[in-house]
């Protein structure tokens, strides 16, 4: 389907599909508060990525060559291997409210990166998308009790810059003629996650003792909210304008809220609900195209002046 030119949606159909790993995402707090043990992230983090890479590596049967041995490398390591350490974090040195505006600042950085990398002008419209949708985000989860710590600023900074570079330099390269989305995916979750096992040896040690509750958990996590959402994701970003996934990012935070308040017995405030429609109005706003002002119809082009007769009687060459 042809992305449409003026005021329209993208591609509805990928765009749905690819919407639901935020989703997703936004079930990730309530199954490590309720199913995971506490204080260990880079485990958490390791354990979602590599057993899910190894299990695509293994049912794809494809590994990078060339030039995608490096590139399959800088992915993971942005997509996965620095953004879930900073991400958690964020997440342990933060109230989730901080850490959750953090990310919604993730569009504004994909539109100037893709100035940068893929050469997409950030428009106004898509400015504005994103600063609704940031504000729709802080409404829904920020609190006015919240305090600030500069290194989870810092990381929640870093994590969403290292994200959002991943998401755009995705869609700058591609991938390799005949190898599709499940394969790539493949690629940078084992390489991320390989990335990760040194870091969670050296600072958290061991790995932790786990109940069934726990496995239950990690399974969920790998397979649903890791193996199955970085494909979709990953296939969404080769057919979609980048920073148009990238706004879809803002879909993660409400669906916590919602998730909270369905599954935790959370409660909503009308602030929270006007946020939610904000974010929700931010995303949707970020999937359309700006109006383009119509071309100037040409001049007439005026005949030229009858040449003396003298030129007639010149042979052409």
């Known amino acids: 389907?042809?992305?449409?030119?003026?005021?329209?949606?993208?591609?509805?159909?990928?765009?749905?599909?690819?919407?639901?790993?935020?989703?997703?995402?936004?079930?990730?707090?309530a199954v490590t508060t309720e199913?995971?043990?506490?204080?260990?992230?880079?485990?958490?983090?390791?354990?979602?990525?590599?057993?899910?890479?190894?299990?695509?590596?293994?049912?794809?049967?494809?590994?990078?060559?060339?030039v995608w041995i490096w590139r399959a490398a800088v992915l993971g390591a942005l997509n996965i291997g620095v953004f879930f350490p900073l991400l958690f974090l964020a997440a342990y040195r933060l109230p989730g409210g901080v850490a959750a505006v953090l990310g919604a600042a993730g569009p504004l950085i994909a539109l100037a990166l893709a100035a940068l990398l893929l050469a997409e002008r950030p428009t106004l419209h898509k400015v504005f998308a994103g600063l609704v949708g940031l504000l729709g985000v802080s409404l829904v989860v920020l609190r006015a009790e919240a305090q600030l710590d500069m290194v989870g600023v810092l990381a929640g900074l870093l994590g969403t810059a290292s994200m959002s570079a991943g998401t755009v330099l995705t869609k700058r390269w591609g991938r390799p003629e005949g190898v599709g989305a499940l394969a790539l995916t493949g690629w940078q979750l084992a390489a991320g996650g390989l990335l990760?096992?040194?870091?969670?040896?050296?600072?958290?040690?061991?790995?932790?003792?786990?109940?069934?509750?726990?496995?239950?958990?990690?399974?969920?996590?790998?397979?649903?909210g890791t193996a199955i959402a970085y494909w979709i994701w990953f296939r969404g970003i080769g057919r979609l304008p980048a920073t148009s996934v990238a706004f879809l990012a803002l879909l993660s935070p409400v669906s916590a809220a919602v998730i909270g308040w369905v599954a935790l017995g959370q409660a909503l405030s009308p602030i929270q609900l006007?946020?939610?429609?904000?974010?929700?109005?931010?995303?949707?706003?970020?999937?359309?195209?700006?109006?383009?002002?119509p071309a100037a119809p040409p001049e007439p082009v005026r005949p030229p002046a009858e040449p003396p007769a003298a030129e007639h009687a010149r042979p052409s060459r």
């Open 35 to 66: 199913f995971l043990p506490p204080d260990r992230p880079l485990f958490t983090a390791l354990t979602r990525a590599l057993p899910a890479g190894l299990v695509l590596l293994a049912v794809t049967r494809v590994l990078p060559r060339g």
């Open 196 to 224: 990760l096992v040194p870091v969670a040896l050296l600072i958290e040690g061991a790995p932790p003792a786990l109940s069934g509750e726990n496995l239950l958990g990690y399974a969920y996590l790998g397979l649903f």
């Open 274 to 293: 006007l946020g939610m429609v904000l974010a929700l109005g931010g995303t949707l706003l970020g999937q359309t195209s700006s109006p383009t002002t």
């Open 1 to 29: 389907m042809r992305i449409a030119d003026r005021g329209s949606l993208q591609a509805p159909g990928t765009l749905a599909l690819t919407a639901f790993t935020p989703l997703v995402w936004g079930s990730t707090y």
